[in-house]
């Protein structure tokens, strides 16, 4: 999925949780973390230090795009950012999900090599930018919606 997508789908689960604004944007910017093992990824060309060792020796969409790594940012979360737990699962969670929609899917159980999802929808492709229009028209319908 592009970082678009997955910017507007971590707001959008965010907000459908309930979080305030402030949890809807580190959501935001939590989901695009899991691309940090790219550095082609949005955020991987933003720390190139990071992106570049990690895919050397994790590979994208390996052990970040699990159970695994989810569980370890929720144990870090809970000890360093506590208040912000839920919208950092938020946002780490759809990611996953989104990215399980792709030709490539998820190593949800890494270790365990199996890559599972639907392959719906190809990075960069006329559906992915849709969903990405889709999930921001969401956003404002339902932001517009609480606000009056």
Known sequence: MRWTTHLAGGMFAATM???????????????????IDSYKSKIGRQVPLISIPANIVFGHRGVLHSLLAFAVVLAVSLKFFPAWVVPIAAGYLSHLILDSFTPSKVPWLWPYQERLGIPLIRTNSLLDILLSVFLIIALV????QMIL
């Open 17 to 35: 949780i309930g979080q305030p604004l402030a949890g809807v944007a580190v959501a935001g910017v939590v989901s695009l973390l899991p691309d």
């Open 141 to 144: 319908a339902v932001w517009r």
